[in-house]
């Protein structure tokens, strides 16, 4: 009788290779699996970004000149009449001001959007931006942190900021421009 040769873990050199080749099969599995799942994922999206391509298009030339005036009709109501969309301008980077009460120091970070309906306007807002951020610079010094925490504080500071660019606005370009000042980012600490 021939005896088998046994590794450390009491298993024959055969029962070793077959576990490892049982276990390769599995990897091979798993990796086609994988590779099957990710090609159907492709696939799928793929149709779908050409399939509503393909839609969109279809809808922009099968509009009839009747729909496509109840088209403008309804845009125009949303606006109202003669009002033009809205346009937004980020006054960017964040205003940053410091408050100093009772020996500690206090922040505020505050981040404005203008808005107005004239793309004149926005470019009047861009050229004179130095202008704009000085004013804003100086208004929020001139705050009180104690003022700013109030609602009643924050919008007299919204309105306050609106003024002072309508105003600089008037004076370069001869027309206040921007009709509303948003704080898309408000943080006191």
Do not use: C
Not at 32 to 46: N, T
Not at 50 to 75: C, D, R, S, T, Y
Not at 126 to 147: A, C, K, Q, Y
């Amino acid at each position: 009788m021939a005896e088998e040769q046994l590794d450390e873990d009491g298993e024959s050199a055969e029962d070793a290779a077959l576990a490892a080749a049982v276990s390769a099969a599995k990897k091979k599995k798993l990796i086609l699996l994988g590779g099957l799942i990710v090609a159907i994922l492709l696939v799928a999206g793929g149709g779908t970004w050409f399939a509503l391509h393909l839609m969109n298009g279809k809808k922009v030339e099968a509009v009839e000149p009747a729909a496509a005036q109840h088209i403008e009709k309804a845009a125009e109501e949303k606006t109202g009449p003669g009002k033009q969309a809205a346009l937004y301008e980020a006054l960017e980077p964040a205003f940053l001001a410091n408050f100093l009460i009772n020996g500690r120091q206090h922040y505020l970070q505050l981040s404005l959007t203008a808005m107005a309906r004239d793309q004149a306007a926005i470019d009047g807002l861009r050229t004179h931006m130095p202008l704009i951020r000085n004013r804003v610079v100086m208004i929020l010094s001139g705050e009180t942190f104690d003022n700013l925490q109030t609602d009643a504080g924050r919008v007299q500071l919204q309105q306050n900021l609106l003024a002072a660019m309508q105003e600089i606005l008037q004076k370069e370009t001869g027309k206040p421009g921007i009709e509303q000042v948003f704080f898309t980012n408000f943080v006191m600490q």
